[in-house]
C-alpha cells in the first residue's frame, strides 16, 4: 500500500510564501493521479489542486494563480508552492493519491475519489 508524507509545513506573514512536499513511498510517475486538499478548522475538507499522469493541472479558483502544484517523478515527491498567501490560507493542507487502474485515474475535487491520503501538515498564515 502507498504511504504518502507530507512535510513544509508553518508559519508565515500575509503576502509570503511557503512550499510543502509530499513524499509517495512508491513511483507516482504514469501511475498515480495527485491532488492538494486542506482542511480549515471546523471546516470540511476542500480540493486545492490536482496533477493527472500527464502533468496537466488544475486548480480551485481560490488558489488560481498564487498557488502552483508539480511532481519530481525522479523523487517520487508531490509539491504545492504557495505564494501571496492570505489568512484565509489557513489550514491542514493534505496530498492524496489515486491510482491508475485501466488506464484511468481520478484528478478531480471530489475526495472520496482518492484512494492514499497522508497524515497533513498545517500552514498557518498570519495577518
Known amino acids: 500500500q502507498v504511504q504518502l508524507v507530507e512535510s513544509g509545513g508553518g508559519s508565515v506573514q500575509a503576502g509570503g510564501s511557503l512550499s510543502v512536499s509530499c513524499a509517495v513511498s512508491?513511483?507516482?510517475?504514469?501511475?498515480?493521479?495527485m491532488a492538494w486538499f486542506r482542511q480549515r478548522a471546523g471546516k470540511q475538507r476542500e480540493w486545492v489542486s490536482s496533477?493527472?499522469?500527464?502533468?496537466?493541472?488544475t486548480y480551485d479558483d481560490s488558489v488560481k494563480g498564487r498557488f502552483t502544484i508539480s511532481q519530481d517523478n525522479a523523487k517520487n515527491t508531490l509539491y504545492l508552492q504557495m505564494n501571496s498567501l492570505k489568512p484565509e490560507d489557513t489550514a491542514m493542507y493534505f496530498c492524496?493519491?489515486?491510482?491508475?487502474?485501466?488506464?484511468?485515474?481520478?484528478?478531480?475535487?471530489?475526495?472520496?475519489?482518492?484512494?492514499?491520503w497522508g497524515q497533513g501538515t498545517q500552514v498557518t498564515v498570519s495577518s
Open positions: 512508491e513511483s507516482t510517475h504514469s501511475n498515480y493521479c
Open positions: 496533477i493527472s499522469t500527464d502533468g496537466s493541472t
Open positions: 492524496a493519491a489515486d491510482p491508475v487502474l485501466r488506464d484511468h485515474c481520478y484528478s478531480g475535487p471530489w475526495s472520496a475519489g482518492y484512494d492514499y
